[in-house]
C-alpha cells in the first residue's frame, strides 16, 4: 500500500537542499536517509534522501543525485510516497493510517448512523472526518477526543458524541443578553 508522506516545497540554498512540507505522523521513519521514495509524478523519481535535517522548523532533506537549486526547484510540490505494509499500524495506541479510517461507519453513541468516512482533511489545527450522509449530502467531524469517542477497526465503524449543531440544525443559540418574549415590552422599568 502507497502512503504520501510528504510534499516537497521550495530550493533551500545552493546545495540541493529542499523544505517539505510533512505529511506523516513518523517522518524519522519514513523520511530518514537512505529511504527510496515513489513519487507523484512518477517521472520525479524514485528518490533516495541522502540528508535531513532541521532548520527554523522546517524540515529539510536532500536527495541523491540533486546537487544545485535548479534541480531542487525542479522537484518543487513533488508527492513522496512510502511504500508500506497495509497489514503495520502506528506506533502509538490511538493512532491511525488514514486508510485504515476510510470507510468507517460513523455513529452516534446512541446508534443512530451518521454516514462513512469518505475522506481525512489534514489541517493544521486539528484532522477532520470528511463523512458523506445517506442522503448523499457531506459533514465534516473534527477528529478529537471530545467528539470521536471511540473508533472499533474491528466492527469497522467511529462512535462520536456530537455537540448540537454538528450534524443536524439544533444549535444551541447563546446571547449575552436576554431576549424579551413574545408581547412583552422590551423598554427599561422604573422602579417605584
Known amino acids: 500500500m502507497q502512503l504520501v508522506v510528504a510534499r516537497i516545497g521550495r530550493a533551500h540554498g545552493i546545495k540541493g537542499e529542499v523544505t ?13 536517509p537512505g529511504a527510496v521514495l515513489a513519487t ?11 540528508t535531513g535535517r532541521v532548520h527554523s522548523g522546517r524540515l529539510l ?9 535548479t534541480g531542487a526547484e525542479a522537484l518543487r510540490n513533488t508527492l513522496l510516497i512510502a511504500e508500506i505494509d497495509p ?19 460513523v455513529v452516534t453513541e446512541d446508534g443512530t ?12 489545527s486539528q484532522d477532520l472526518f470528511i463523512v458523506e450522509r445517506p442522503d448523499g449530502s457531506e459533514v465534516m467531524i473534527p477528529f478529537v477526543e471530545e467528539i470521536v469517542t471511540g473508533i472499533d477497526l474491528a466492527e469497522q465503524r467511529a462512535v462520536i458524541a456530537p455537540p448540537p449543531g454538528l450534524i ?25
Request: charged share 40%; aromatic share 4%; hydrophobic share 30%.
Open 87 to 105: 497489514e503495520e499500524l502506528p506506533e502509538g495506541e490511538d493512532e491511525y493510517y488514514d486508510h485504515q479510517l476510510i470507510d468507517l461507519d
Open 20 to 32: 517539505v512540507e510533512v505529511r506523516t505522523d513518523e517522518p524519522e521513519l519514513r523520511l530518514a
Open 61 to 69: 532533506l536532500r536527495f541523491e543525485g540533486v546537487k544545485d537549486r
Open 113 to 124: 448512523e451518521v454516514g462513512r468516512i469518505t475522506e481525512i482533511s489534514h489541517l493544521p
Open 168 to 192: 443536524d440544525d439544533r444549535a444551541e443559540i447563546a446571547s449575552a443578553r436576554d431576549e424579551p418574549s413574545a408581547g412583552e415590552d422590551p423598554s427599561p422599568r422604573e422602579e417605584s
Open 40 to 50: 507523484d509524478p512518477a517521472s520525479a523519481g524514485p528518490l533516495t534522501i541522502e
